[in-house]
Nanobody, 117 residues
Framework: QVQLVESGGGLVQPGGSLKLSCAASGSRDSIVAVGWFRQAPGEPREFVARLNRGGAITYGDSVKGRFAISRDTNKNMIYLQMNSLKPEDTAVYYC???????????WGQGTQVTVSA
């Protein structure tokens, strides 16, 4: 059983920074990619960032140049460094694992990020 637990969310002023963490427990086998998504109230879940097992990284257009995803395999941790935050970055942020065996998708419970003066 693979589980993900996010932390590090909170309230930050526009232009500020925040670092989200995601602790993964359980089997590390068959992981294709790790990533982050977000969902604002009344909006569909949005892709934020992805790091695949080959090391390739992709970002959503709205966060390119401001956010950075990283992974510490030894500690089973996934991170999202968020800089130059904007009010439109306000959302619940979810950690995600893509796997090659069932369950194919694993989600964390989410952590709230609020960007406001």
């Amino acid at each position: 059983q693979v589980q993900l637990v996010e932390s590090g969310g909170g309230l930050v002023q526009p232009g500020g920074s925040l670092k989200l963490s995601c602790a993964a427990s359980g089997s590390r086998d068959s992981i294709v990619a790790v990533g982050w998504f977000r969902q604002a109230p009344g909006e569909p879940r949005e892709f934020v960032a992805r790091l695949n097992r080959g090391g390739a990284i992709t970002y959503g257009d709205s966060v390119k140049g401001r956010f950075a995803i990283s992974r510490d395999t030894n500690k089973n941790m996934i991170y999202l460094q968020m800089n130059s935050l904007k009010p439109e970055d306000t959302a619940v942020y979810y950690c995600h694992l893509a796997r090659s065996v069932a369950p194919l998708d694993v989600w964390g419970q989410g952590t709230q990020v609020t960007v406001s003066a």
